[in-house]
């Protein structure tokens, strides 16, 4: 698995959606809410409905310190998909 470098990666990408993402929610954030992050996520992304919420919910409940820690342990132990199998 090499981490360091699909993570630069994934960070540009979600950089790039986030930025658009507030850049619409400035424009008419009581149109935009949680249901136009998912549907990013499915459309532009690929990601199946259950494992956009389940990405969701994660970043929101757990945050970066919590998530920082996960993927460090997820990378030493070399779990790349995890029992969920995403």
């Not at 409905?49 to 990378?75: C, D, K, P, Y």
Request: hydrophobic letters at 45%; one cysteine or more.
């Amino acid at each position: 698995m090499t981490a360091p470098s699909d993570l630069s990666m994934l960070l540009d990408e979600y950089r790039a959606v986030v930025d658009r993402w507030r850049l619409a929610a400035n424009h008419c954030p009581e149109k935009f809410d949680n249901n136009e992050y998912l549907e990013t996520l499915l459309v532009e992304h690929g990601w199946t409905h259950r494992a956009a919420e389940i990405l969701l919910t994660t970043v929101h409940e757990q945050g970066i310190f919590m998530l920082r820690n996960e993927l460090s342990l997820a990378i030493a132990m070399n779990i790349e998909d995890g029992d969920l199998g995403f």
